[in-house]
């Protein structure tokens, strides 16, 4: 059963950062409940289904040079995570966020990411 960091690694890498349609697919099969609820500023998405179209939407039109990174430690305990982030072109985010995960029987059941637009030099 994977622990917290490894599903928010898992969360980061293999699925928001996976531009692969059918394997970031199988990795949301494996790592995500099936009634997943994921909440982001755009509003509440539920199941795996609906998680898939928001990940292969964000990537289809973020540039191809984007890429999300950590952007901090995780923090974590039995069954709720968190770990900050930040997406763009390498050395230059564009935006920060914070994805805080709860888990049932070692699987992702909530996703809540915070976002805040990094300031870009004039």
């Given at each position: 059963?994977a622990?917290?960091?490894?599903?928010?690694?898992?969360?980061?890498?293999?699925?928001?950062?996976?531009?692969?349609?059918?394997?970031r697919?199988?990795?949301i099969d494996?790592?995500?409940?099936?009634?997943?609820?994921?909440?982001d500023?755009?509003?509440?998405?539920?199941?795996?289904?609906?998680l898939?179209?928001?990940?292969?939407?964000?990537?289809?039109?973020?540039?191809?040079d984007?890429?999300?990174?950590t952007?901090?430690?995780?923090?974590?305990?039995?069954?709720?995570?968190?770990?900050?982030?930040a997406?763009?072109?390498?050395?230059?985010?564009?935006?920060?966020?914070?994805?805080i995960?709860?888990?049932?029987?070692?699987?992702?059941?909530?996703?809540?990411?915070?976002?805040?637009?990094v300031?870009?030099?004039?």
């Open positions: 059963m622990t917290v960091h490894e599903l928010l690694d898992t969360n980061l890498f293999r699925v928001f950062n996976n531009r692969d349609a059918a394997d697919r199988r990795v494996e790592t995500y409940t099936d009634d997943v609820e994921f909440t500023p755009e509003g509440t998405v539920v199941g795996r289904d609906a898939d179209e928001k990940a292969g939407d964000l990537l289809a039109t973020a540039p191809a984007f890429e999300f990174v952007d901090g430690i995780h923090y974590e305990s039995a069954d709720t995570g968190a770990l900050p982030w997406f763009g072109p390498a050395g230059s985010p564009v935006v920060r966020g914070l994805d995960v709860t888990v049932r029987d070692g699987r992702i059941r909530t996703m809540r990411t915070l976002l805040v637009e300031a870009q030099p004039e």
